[in-house]
């Protein structure tokens, strides 16, 4: 598979995923868009929806690169959605990463360790949200 374009400048906010697509799966509007207003300029494609069903849909038609997941959410949570899109063999191996509200969360992320490749709490400092980016995608 073809190496994604990623360029790293000496600040972390210039970081740029050229070649990239995104998917954010967030059942809270805000954060969608704030994901979304850091990352359009930065990437191919963002691609932002409310609710695992809707993300679960979408990985079915199309490639991203790399899954932005809420854990609590209505009807289908961030760990059974991604034990779903896991299941799909184009999905088996790339980066969901788990944007969690708060740290009174630990407890499920704990019960699900494993599922995700990394963890992010809410709020999240920019320049550390595009490091881990970089991380997975470089």
Do not use: W
């Not at 849909?57 to 899954?67: A, G, H, Q």
């Not at 209505?74 to 899109?85: M, Q, S, V």
């Amino acid at each position: 598979e073809e190496k994604k374009k990623v360029e790293v400048h000496l600040s972390s906010n210039h970081i740029n995923f050229d070649s990239v697509r995104i998917l954010v799966v967030d059942d809270e509007e805000l954060n969608r868009m704030l994901l979304f207003e850091v990352l359009k300029d930065r990437c191919l494609e963002v691609v932002c929806c409310a609710s695992g069903v809707e993300a679960y849909d979408l990985v079915k038609e199309k490639s991203f690169d790399i899954i932005i997941m809420d854990l609590v959410m209505p009807k289908l949570n961030g760990a059974e959605t991604t034990r779903r899109i896991r299941a799909l063999p184009e999905y088996a191996n790339k980066p969901i990463i788990c944007f969690s509200a708060n740290a009174v969360e630990e407890e499920e992320r704990v019960e699900n360790a494993g599922v995700f490749d990394d963890y992010l709490i809410k709020p999240v400092h920019i320049s550390s949200f595009l490091k881990l980016l970089n991380q997975y995608l470089n």
